[in-house]
């Protein structure tokens, strides 16, 4: 592995580690219905990173920069999808209270489709995420050789690192369970992710 690509394996370690939207959603999924919940929604949202190298290769990004209302309508429904997960981990927390006041608790569920597609959108509908291909990818890209081939392959690249990173994540929420699992934390953890979602969602809409 030459140089260039030491730097971008390290540039795209840090970027995934940092602490976000997907990060956010691997942890309340995990906690909602379990380790494979965990890594379902981790397969989708890093699966959303080869739309953000196709749509990079092929220009539509650039497309995206140049019509403004294309992005602020790219940005929008990114906001409101996660506003949305937020006002579903606050209707979680709403029904963990009743259970708790009729002193009953339920395991969460799981659903591989449900997951997976989470995630995906969670990913894909992230503006940041395509504006960061479409600026860092290049770099790396030779143009004596398919740009496409080259954007998939360093999105594969990605996929991996972040598929560690975030299955990592899921397993550390699994392992503390037995306090998740108490409806007066899960009831807490809800409102909290709930709460940081709808933050990222308002904070996306209304950045220029």
Not at 53 to 63: K, Q
Not at 68 to 91: C, E, H, P, Q
Not at 99 to 111: H, Q, R, V
Not at 148 to 167: D, E, K, P
Request: glycine share 8%; hydrophobic share 55%; aromatic share 10%.
């Amino acid at each position: 592995m030459d140089s260039g690509m030491w730097v971008y394996v390290m540039a795209i370690a840090l970027l995934t580690m940092t602490p976000g939207v997907d990060t956010m959603l691997v942890i309340r999924n995990t906690s909602r219905g379990g380790v494979r919940d965990g890594i379902a929604s981790s397969v989708g949202i890093c699966s959303g990173l080869f739309l953000h190298a196709t749509i990079s290769a092929v220009g539509i990004s650039m497309l995206l920069l140049k019509c403004a209302w294309a992005f602020r309508a790219l940005k929008l429904v990114g906001a409101l999808y996660l506003i949305w997960l937020g006002l579903v981990s606050f209707n979680a927390a709403l029904k963990a209270g009743k259970l708790d006041k009729i002193g009953n608790e339920t395991a969460g569920t799981f659903s591989l489709k449900h997951s997976l597609w989470e995630g995906f959108l969670c990913n894909s509908l992230n503006p940041k995420a395509a504006l960061f291909y479409m600026a860092f990818l290049p770099q790396f890209i030779d143009p004596e050789h398919s740009a496409l081939a080259q954007s998939l392959f360093l999105a594969g690249l990605h996929f991996a690192i972040a598929m560690v990173w975030l299955t990592l994540v899921a397993i550390l929420v699994d392992k503390a369970k037995v306090i998740l699992s108490t409806v007066r934390v899960r009831r807490i953890f809800d409102v909290v992710t709930g709460s940081i979602m709808v933050f990222f969602g308002i904070t996306l809409g209304l950045e220029e």
